[in-house]
């Protein structure tokens, strides 16, 4: 079983930055993502990384997003740079995806995310 717990989210102007943290309550051997949710829109997977540490972006995000991880504090990140009001959503860790489905096993309670005109 393993926790995560997001922090980090919060309102900023367009164009501003975040950085999103993600600890995870045991040693991660997993690969890790993160996801959000839009007001009436579906959860999409904004960037995930795997173990070994190779990433991937939504292109919405390429180029103002970073996903990283500490593995010895057991922590990812997701540095969001020049903030758009459509990067405004709930945004979700996930952690161990299923090697068949893809679906991830544990996740986060979600941290908010506001940007504002």
């Known amino acids: 079983q393993m926790d995560l717990v997001e922090s980090g989210g919060g309102s900023v102007q367009a164009g501003g930055s975040l950085k999103l943290s993600c600890a995870a309550s045991?040693?991660?051997?997993?690969?890790m993502a993160w996801y959000r949710q839009a007001p009436g829109k579906e959860r999409e997977m904004v960037s995930s990384i795997s173990f070994l540490g190779t990433t991937t972006y939504t292109e919405s995000v390429k180029g103002r997003f970073t996903i990283s991880q500490d593995k010895s504090e057991n922590i990812m990140y997701l540095q969001m740079n020049n903030l758009r009001s459509e990067d405004t959503a709930v945004y979700y860790c996930a952690a161990c995806p299923n090697i068949l489905t893809g679906v991830y096993n544990y996740w986060g309670q979600g941290t908010q995310v506001t940007v504002s005109a």
């Open positions: 045991v040693l991660n051997t997993c690969g």
